[in-house]
């Protein structure tokens, strides 16, 4: 291990708080730490997936709403494209 270790000891395991590593305490080959930019790439791509994961559960949520509401994704797609047609036209009409 690497200087800058976090390690610590939790029952038959290491964990490393900074890198987010663990491995079993009879590892003979425990990994290296990580190194700042291995790190905040991790850190990105967690939180990437959190928010895809969240996104997809507000869709989910909104769909079911919809659902509750009567009305089904045929209707709702049929607004959005008038909206966007409505946005459409406005924009041309200031580019006049």
Same mark, same amino acid.
Request: aromatic share 6%.
């Given at each position: 291990m690497k200087y800058g270790c976090e390690a610590f000891q939790e029952s038959d395991q290491k964990r490393c708080p900074r890198c987010r590593?663990?491995?079993? *305490? &009879?590892?003979?080959e425990p990994p290296e730490c990580l190194g700042d930019t291995q790190i905040a790439i991790n850190e990105v791509n967690r939180a990437a997936r959190e928010l895809q994961s969240v996104a997809v559960?507000?869709? @989910? @949520?909104? *769909?079911?709403?919809?659902? +509750? @509401?009567g009305r089904g994704l045929a209707q709702v797609a049929k607004?959005?494209?008038?909206? &966007?047609? #409505? &946005?459409?036209? +406005? #924009? +041309?009409?200031m580019l006049k």
């Open positions: 590593l663990v491995w079993d *305490m &009879n590892d003979p559960d507000e869709f @989910a @949520a909104g *769909m079911r709403r919809i659902g +509750k @509401a607004e959005q494209r008038e909206r &966007n047609r #409505l &946005n459409i036209t +406005k #924009l +041309k009409e």
